[in-house]
């Protein structure tokens, strides 16, 4: 399948409008202008709609609120939601990419690092419209409450929060929530260990203040890559640039020195005074649960808003699968990453990477598929894929398999972990591993964020790969020749896609692999009688 760059004058999606073009082009694009409720129903929508398939973004161009929507906002939710083929359109790739072959794809891409491109103010959409000092009020804006029990009214969490490491310089695009604290001001949770609040830290150890973007309405692709974790010296722009083929354009802030996207819809410049706290939270997380208690978060003051006219903000919703937001992505950017974390450490043999979207919002579970190349590589691709940058934070689960598995088809995950994994040889556990204050298995909560992780290898033995049993395939060219065949007898959809087939010639009969058992026996034997 063509990669979307390859095509002839394909132009990369150049803002968060052409995206919802284009979204609307493969018909995956709903508008609702009635008037819908900031208040929980909006997100209810959001929530339902997920579970449809297909599974459509939402544009809510008529919010209900207590304030007037002066400036016009419109509401984007279920922006990727399960649809793989919005990630891969926002990937610069074909929509109808195969999921494998897009996260590989994803991975070379993460190769690329293009450095941004500073653009005069004049190119900023934003800045058509900026509000200062005291006309700024963010409780009249229509910022959505999510779910019932939320400490407050949230902003994002799809936004790009954009902060800059005091010792290094270093501009970190990261995605965290914000809550409407009063007029001028929003608290901002930050993970321990995230770039941000390790900046904040920095900053206020000088006594310090820190400066901090929002961009509540963004090009989707910073929702990928503002997530995934990255060297804490590389910017998320320069791998964002690789992803487009194109620099990302930015524009220089008002009130500081950081840079911000020139397509951004709508954006906040703030500062975080040392020691600035306020009370934030709970709020319904990526496991389908509520996170912390209402505990003390860094307080942003917001300085300036610079918004388009009649802006679109981007939301995503936290819920159960496949209502959350992140979940679709995540097993994408977070295989990728992982895959490419395991090819700059040289491990050979890696098929594909896959983190299922349904186990903790993707964070919960990664699978690898590996072909086995010496003795302990399914063991040592578990030990690391447990703890690269890319899949360290939170993840519970590791399942290694063959390369005769998808990892992304759950079913034949599960056929080769019944068949493939014997528990009292093939299960492993990491202790005191890097977790997170909203895992809501870890109790009592005074125990978090260290976490434990289970290494699952569910590939054939290494030492029993000529004799294990050999397993039922398809040959090659009667899949061929059904496939072909497949809409002429009626049959629906297409043929699914197959990895692992019989060869069509030489053969191994089961009487040769039977013959092969019985030579290992003997050699057993005799390696017995040498002792």
């Known amino acids: 399948m063509a990669d979307d760059t390859s095509r002839p004058n394909y132009r990369p999606i150049q803002d968060l409008r052409e995206w919802l073009q284009k979204a609307e082009d493969i018909g995956e694009m709903v508008t609702v202008d009635q008037q819908v409720d900031i208040e929980e129903e909006m997100s209810a929508i959001g929530y339902l709609v997920a579970k449809q398939k297909p599974s459509p973004t939402v544009l809510f161009t008529n919010p209900k609120s207590t304030g007037d929507n002066a400036l016009g906002i419109k509401h984007l939710w279920n922006v990727y939601g399960p649809s793989v083929r919005r990630i891969a359109m926002s990937l610069e790739e074909d929509p109808d990419t195969p ?19 500073e653009v005069p103010a004049s190119a900023c959409a934003a800045f058509e419209n900026t509000i200062t000092g005291d006309d700024i009020d963010l409780t009249k804006l229509p910022i959505p ?3 019932p029990l939320d400490g407050g009214n949230y902003a994002g969490t799809c936004d790009a929060v954009i902060t800059r490491d005091p010792a290094t310089g270093y501009l970190n695009v990261g995605t965290y929530r914000m809550m409407i604290q009063d007029r001028n001001h929003a608290g901002l949770y930050l993970s321990p260990g995230k770039d941000a609040r390790l900046h904040i830290t920095r900053a206020w150890e000088k006594g310090e203040s820190v400066p901090v973007i929002g961009c509540w309405g963004i090009d989707p692709l910073f929702m990928l890559v503002g997530s995934q974790g990255f060297p804490k010296t590389i910017s998320e722009y320069e791998y964002a640039g690789g992803i487009k083929g194109e620099p990302i354009k930015v524009v220089k802030a008002q009130h500081s020195d950081l840079l911000f996207p020139a397509s951004a819809e709508f954006v906040v410049e703030g500062v975080i005074r040392p020691q600035s706290m306020a009370p934030e939270g709970p709020f319904g997380e990526f496991t389908g649960y509520y996170g912390k208690p209402e505990a003390a978060a860094p307080l942003v003051e917001i300085l300036a808003i610079h918004h388009r006219t009649n802006p679109v903000l981007t939301n995503a919703l936290m819920a159960d699968y496949p209502s959350c937001e992140q979940s679709g992505f995540f097993s994408i950017l977070r295989g990728a990453k992982i895959w490419d974390d395991l090819d700059k450490l040289g491990v050979p043999g890696i098929t594909g990477v896959y983190s299922h979207p349904a186990v903790a919002g993707g964070f919960g579970m990664t699978i690898v598929a590996l072909k086995q190349q010496y003795a302990g590589h399914a063991s040592q691709v578990l030990t690391l894929a447990a703890q690269v940058p890319g899949g360290a934070y939170y993840t519970k689960f590791i399942i290694a398999v063959d390369d005769d598995i998808d990892p992304s088809d759950m079913d034949q995950v599960l056929w080769a972990m019944g068949g493939r994994c014997a528990p009292v040889n093939d299960v492993d556990i990491l202790r005191d591993t890097w977790s997170t204050g909203l895992d809501p298995s870890l109790n009592p909560p005074e125990i978090r964020p260290y976490g434990s992780k289970m290494l699952i290898n569910s590939c054939i033995p290494h030492r029993y790969l000529p004799t294990f049993s050999k397993r039922t395939k398809l040959r090659k060219s009667i899949y061929d020749q059904v496939a072909e065949r497949w809409s002429d007898l009626g ?6 896609n197959i990895l692992a087939f019989e060869p069509e010639g030489g053969e191994q009969s089961m009487a040769n692999v039977y013959h092969d058992e019985k030579a290992m026996r003997d050699a057993h034997d005799i390696a017995k009688e040498k002792k």
């Open 99 to 117: 999921t494998v072959e897009l996260i590989r794809r994803t991975k070379d891409k993460m190769k690329k690092r293009t450095p941004p491109e």
């Open 145 to 147: 409450r999510h779910w």
């Open 491 to 496: 049959l629906p959809g297409a043929a699914p």
